[in-house]
């Protein structure tokens, strides 16, 4: 019993194994070969971080381990110099992506050991040149630039930007005290006759202005303005005959449109070479205009308006940017009084 036990406990300990890992971690090799050519046939020790081994034919086949592939590895010869070589090494798509799909859990591990990388290239050139003409050869570093590093473009200081966004925060209470009061003295309520196209008071839209100063090519400083809209919610009132098949007659509508400005923060965080990501944070303050409009049977004096001034902010956590030159496209995922959903062209000089 005691054996079977044991048994049991290795066996969960091998699957919740397997389950903290992946794929590239259980399945694949730590080792990769690489082709490295070169002029000369003469015998070469190969030196790298974990081995070293002799070859004497033109093209050399190296094994390296995963997690080295940032390390030199050094040829040595009695007759030649050779250039060191550092492979470099960039991240296994099919991999990384089959980390996304099981939801990333293997991916710390897939780093960790190196697995969810391979080669920069297949195929690699070293130069060599005679040992008494010379001492020493440049480093062939073929390693491709971090995906977190800045990769030296051209800084541009200055950028405008105009977007357009859905989902703007408006605030909620300024809007349902004006609505409440407006059906409460009017006697009103929704308008069951109403069309909204689908949309009804569900999506805000909104339009911005954007100044940033560039510090450096992570950081950006800047100021945030724009205004912002929902759509019309009608009200209704009970007719006056309803004995005839009409319970209701249009009485009106109740708008809201907003005005904000906001200091703005902008943090780069990862690099491609035509692409960026970035993070926006922004706070301010806010003026938020609700008004009824009512029909034209109902006298002006039964016109509902109100000017609130509230918090403004806007949170982006992801954003992409989009083209190197001075115009670029950019689309941001966030809360807060630009939308949900941004997007829209900005300039630099």
Same mark, same amino acid.
């Given at each position: %019993?005691?054996?079977?036990?044991?048994?049991?406990?290795?066996? =969960?300990?091998?699957?919740?194994? @397997?389950?903290?890992?992946?794929?590239?971690?259980?399945?694949?090799? *730590?080792?990769?070969? $690489?082709?490295?050519?070169?002029?000369?046939?003469?015998?070469?020790? $190969?030196?790298?971080?974990?081995?070293?081994?002799?070859?004497?034919?033109?093209? %050399?086949?190296?094994?390296?381990?995963?997690?080295?592939?940032?390390?030199?590895?050094?040829?040595?010869?009695?007759?030649?110099?050779?250039? /060191?070589?550092? !492979?470099?090494?960039? $991240? /296994?798509? +099919?991999?990384? #992506?089959?980390?996304? &799909?099981?939801? @990333?859990?293997?991916?710390?591990?897939?780093?960790?050991?190196?697995?969810?990388?391979?080669?920069?290239?297949?195929?690699? &050139?070293?130069?060599?040149?005679?040992?008494?003409?010379?001492?020493?050869?440049?480093?062939? /570093?073929?390693?491709?630039?971090?995906?977190?590093?800045?990769?030296?473009?051209? #800084?541009?200081?200055?950028?405008?930007?105009?977007?357009?966004?859905?989902?703007?925060?408006?605030?909620?209470?300024?809007?349902?005290?004006?609505? /409440?009061?407006?059906?409460?003295?009017?006697?009103?309520?929704?308008?069951?006759?109403?069309?909204?196209? @689908?949309?009804?008071?569900?999506?805000?839209?909104? *339009?911005?202005?954007?100044?940033?100063?560039?510090?450096?090519?992570?950081?950006? #400083?800047?100021?945030?303005?724009?205004? =912002?809209?929902?759509?019309?919610?009608?009200?209704?009132?009970?007719?006056?005959?309803?004995?005839?098949?009409?319970?209701?007659?249009?009485? @009106?509508?109740?708008?809201?449109?907003?005005?904000? +400005?906001?200091?703005?923060?902008?943090?780069?965080?990862?690099?491609?070479?035509?692409?960026?990501?970035?993070?926006?944070?922004?706070?301010?303050? %806010?003026?938020?205009?609700?008004?009824?409009? !009512?029909? *034209?049977? #109902?006298?002006?004096?039964?016109?509902?308006?109100?000017?609130?001034?509230?918090?403004?902010?806007?949170?982006?956590?992801?954003? $992409?940017?989009?083209?190197?030159?001075?115009?670029?496209?950019?689309?941001?995922?966030?809360?807060?009084?630009?939308?949900?959903?941004?997007?829209? +062209?900005?300039?630099?000089?």
């Amino acid at each position: %019993m005691t054996v079977r036990k044991h048994i049991r406990l290795l066996m =969960g300990a091998a699957c919740m194994s @397997g389950l903290l890992s992946s794929c590239m971690t259980l399945f694949t090799s *730590a080792d990769e070969m $690489i082709l490295v050519n070169r002029d000369t046939t003469e015998p070469v020790t $190969i030196v790298t971080a974990d081995d070293t081994l002799s070859c004497s034919r033109q093209l %050399m086949e190296v094994s390296v381990k995963k997690r080295h592939l940032n390390q030199p590895i050094r040829f040595v010869s009695e007759e030649n110099v050779y250039q /060191d070589l550092i !492979p470099g090494r960039r $991240i /296994d798509s +099919f991999g990384f #992506l089959a980390d996304l &799909y099981l939801y @990333g859990v293997g991916m710390p591990i897939d780093f960790a050991t190196g697995k969810i990388y391979k080669p920069a290239s297949t195929t690699y &050139y070293v130069a060599s040149a005679p040992l008494d003409s010379c001492t020493a050869l440049p480093v062939k /570093d073929c390693r491709v630039p971090s995906l977190w590093h800045p990769r030296g473009h051209r #800084l541009y200081r200055h950028e405008v930007r105009l977007g357009v966004g859905l989902g703007n925060a408006m605030n909620g209470r300024a809007y349902d005290d004006l609505y /409440d009061r407006t059906c409460r003295e009017l006697n009103l309520s929704d308008d069951p006759d109403a069309f909204y196209c @689908g949309l009804g008071a569900v999506v805000n839209a909104s *339009a911005s202005l954007a100044y940033f100063y560039h510090l450096n090519e992570r950081w950006a #400083l800047g100021l945030t303005i724009g205004t =912002g809209g929902r759509p019309y919610e009608s009200l209704a009132r009970p007719a006056a005959a309803p004995h005839q098949g009409q319970e209701t007659t249009y009485a @009106g509508d109740i708008y809201s449109t907003s005005w904000y +400005f906001m200091p703005t923060v902008k943090l780069h965080w990862a690099f491609l070479p035509t692409m960026r990501f970035y993070s926006k944070v922004g706070l301010g303050a %806010m003026s938020q205009h609700n008004w009824f409009a !009512p029909a *034209a049977d #109902l006298r002006p004096a039964q016109r509902y308006d109100k000017r609130t001034c509230h918090l403004a902010y806007q949170l982006s956590p992801i954003g $992409i940017e989009v083209g190197q030159s001075w115009l670029r496209f950019f689309c941001e995922l966030g809360y807060g009084h630009e939308g949900v959903l941004t997007m829209g +062209f900005s300039t630099f000089f």
